[in-house]
């Protein structure tokens, strides 16, 4: 049975930092990615870092949010800077089976697991 548990969600002021975690338990070939839904809108891609540590990033996420993972741990991590308030939304990380190389920005219904989220709420 797969499980992931997001952590590191919390409020914090605009222009600050929070970093994410997602441990994955039960299944060892996945690839992960991180997105996030803001309330009233759809789930949005942030980013993913596949095997070959290609990492890509939604626009929103690119040069502010950094993506790494610790095999040892089955542990990513979403490095978050220079918040805003349109950052505010509850982050997921999600699993699909199978180890993916190279760029890799799917949509959420590519992937196969998803954890239960954590809210980020960024105030001004």
């Known amino acids: 049975q797969v499980q992931l548990v997001e952590s590191g969600g919390g409020l914090v002021q605009a222009g600050g930092s929070l970093r994410l975690s997602c441990a994955a338990s039960?299944?060892?070939?996945?690839?992960m990615a991180w997105f996030r839904q803001a309330p009233g809108k759809e789930r949005e891609f942030v980013g993913t870092?596949?095997?070959?540590?290609?990492?890509v990033y939604g626009d929103s996420a690119k040069g502010r949010f950094t993506i790494s993972r610790d095999n040892a741990k089955n542990t990513e991590y979403l490095q978050m800077g220079s918040l805003t308030p349109e950052d505010t939304a509850v982050y997921y990380c999600?699993?699909?089976?199978?180890?993916?190389?190279?760029?890799?920005?799917?949509?959420?219904?590519?992937?196969?697991?998803w954890g239960k989220g954590t809210l980020v709420a960024v105030s001004s």
């Open positions: 039960g299944r060892t070939l996945y690839t």
């Open positions: 999600a699993l699909k089976r199978g180890r993916v190389f190279g760029e890799w920005e799917p949509n959420p219904n590519d992937m196969d697991y």
């Open positions: 870092i596949s095997w070959s540590d290609r990492t």
